[in-house]
């Protein structure tokens, strides 16, 4: 039996069962616009939670909050009005909720994947899209996108692969760009943090991971118009979540 945070069909079970239970949390938790299903994602949220209370060095929900905020602030430098903003940033804290149906023990692991481990870890996209298809509202459609294509590079590159430029969803090159800011600036097993300057530049020039062009460039430039606001969103939300975590209980 693989260990998982959570297998699909149960995450599928068990929303059917605390639906209710949850209606009153999702109000409480802000999910509570009139286009969300409220207990739907407030369930989606509480698995984050629930996740990273068990597995916190997985920074799951660190990371999904972090992205939310940088998403945020990079929507705005692109134009957007406040309720797109608001919805792209909310959508994108769950781009990287397949990853709960993954083996934890690839997950947490400090050291190079396998190309089959590899293998199953880009399929957190497609397997994120399919926890949300159920949902017919244009939150939904817009986090599908995320959770699907977030992965997927404008060059061509990247996974779940089919799309590249402009027919990638908007919503999910912007998340794009939020999530490599993160991951380059987040301490992980096998990589130290990056300052804000270095990452901007291995976004900009590439390095031997992300290829110079494999982002999109209008976005890049909307970051780079404003970076000294998207440095102070990410150590913000950076904070807020190390002091939440403060908070929590020992993993049991
Ligand atoms: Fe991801």
Not at 62 to 69: L, N, Q, T
Not at 98 to 113: V, Y
Not at 246 to 251: A, C, D, N, T, V
């Amino acid at each position: 039996m693989v260990n998982t945070m959570l297998a699909v069909r149960d995450l599928a079970r068990a929303h059917s069962v605390l639906g209710d239970a949850t209606a009153a949390a999702s109000e409480a938790l802000g999910y509570g616009g009139a286009s969300h299903d409220q207990p739907f994602w407030a369930f989606m949220h509480q698995a984050l939670v629930g996740a990273e209370r068990r597995q916190p060095s997985l920074d799951l929900l660190g990371h999904s909050r972090r992205v939310e905020a940088t998403t945020a602030r990079l929507c705005v430098a692109l134009g957007m009005s406040r309720p797109q903003a608001v919805e792209i940033a909310a959508a994108s804290l769950f781009h990287d909720i397949g990853k709960l149906s993954l083996p934890i023990a690839i997950l947490t692991r400090p050291g190079p994947l396998r190309p089959d481990e590899r293998r199953l870890i880009n399929q957190h996209c497609e397997i994120g899209a399919s926890l949300m298809a159920q949902e017919a509202s244009a939150f939904a459609c817009v986090a599908r996108n995320i959770a699907l294509w977030h992965h997927q590079r404008f060059d061509g590159s990247g996974y779940p692969g089919g799309l590249a430029g402009r027919d990638i969803p908007a919503e999910a090159r912007i998340v794009a760009i939020a999530d490599v800011y993160d991951a380059l600036r987040s301490e992980r097993p096998y990589k130290p943090a990056q300052g804000h300057d270095n990452a901007v530049r291995v976004m900009v020039y590439g390095d031997e991971r992300l290829p110079q062009g494999a982002l999109d460039t209008t976005i890049l430039q909307a970051l780079c118009d404003c970076q000294l606001d998207i440095s102070v969103t990410w150590d913000c939300a950076a904070l807020r979540h190390l002091a939440w975590r403060m908070e929590q209980p020992e993993p049991a």
